[in-house]
T-cell receptor, first 114, second 117 residues
Framework: NAGVTQTPKFQVLKTGQSMTLQCAQD?????MYWYRQDPGMGLRLIYY???????DKGEVPNGYNVSRLNKREFSLRLESAAPSQTSVYFC?????????????FGSGTRLTVV | AQKVTQAQTEISVVEKEDVTLDCVYE???????LFWYKQPPSGELVFLIR??????QNEISGRYSWNFQKSTSSFNFTITASQVVDSAVYFC??????????????FGRGTSLIVHP
């Protein structure tokens, strides 16, 4: 089925460990985004990639890095996980000019850092 | 400054009641886009509606309706005859003119709607 696929769905990390969250879309979208969702805080943008080969910081980029591997894939890396990074992470995509038509979201990754 | 305010953190209603979710936004742009998303208990985010700043017509889709009023910077969402399946967190979002060529929506903090049978 067409859409945005995130892996893994769940992850528990120890403080200081690193990991990469994977995101892939098969809709030929140009733009991809990473958000985190925390209780009472809504969705906050971490990083985005307006097009292949570009990435930009969002509202809460500290502690994260991203890679736009190709047009389909956009990964989020935590180099040294901290308990404050416990959250639900969502990847989203849109056709650049059609971000105005709304995002397509992945199903989310629930990350716990202990 | 928060650009999208959803002042209602949680709303609880009984099935068949009508309920309105409020969204107030802030922008200096004349061209912007407003959205509503639904997040049911399963966790996925579902796009519901988009409205651009030049179209103030209200919209109705089944039991859902949206009231866009530029004069009050509001984009409210009403569910008529609510059902248990409407229980979810609802997010309002605003996209302003692109910065560096990309529309990036800002989301409100969400309103949790609980519909009791």
């Amino acid at each position: 089925n067409a859409g945005v696929t995130q892996t893994p769905k769940f992850q528990v990390l120890k403080t200081g460990q690193s990991m990469t969250l994977q995101c892939a879309q098969d809709m030929n979208h140009n733009s991809m985004y990473w958000y985190r969702q925390d209780p009472g805080m809504g969705l906050r943008l971490i990083y985005y990639s307006a097009s292949e080969g570009t990435t930009d910081k969002g509202e809460v980029p500290n502690g994260y890095n991203v890679s736009r591997l190709n047009k389909r894939e956009f990964s989020l890396r935590l180099e040294s996980a901290a308990p404050s990074q416990t959250s639900v992470y969502f990847c989203a995509s849109s056709t650049r000019g059609q971000a105005i038509y709304g995002y397509t979201f992945g199903s989310g990754t629930r990350l716990t850092v202990v | 400054a928060q650009k999208v305010t959803q002042a209602q953190t949680e709303i609880s209603v009984v099935e068949k009641e009508d309920v309105t979710l409020d969204c107030v936004y802030e922008t200096r742009d004349t061209t912007y886009y407003l959205f509503w998303y639904k997040q049911p208990p399963s966790g996925e985010l579902v796009f519901l509606i988009r409205r651009n700043s030049f179209d103030e017509q209200n919209e109705i889709s089944g039991r859902y309706s949206w009231n866009f009023q530029k004069s009050t910077s509001s984009f409210n969402f009403t569910i008529t005859a609510s059902q248990v399946v409407d229980s979810a967190v609802y997010f309002c979002a605003l996209s302003e003119a692109p910065s560096g060529g990309s529309y990036i929506p800002t989301f409100g903090r969400g309103t949790s709607l609980i519909v009791h049978p």
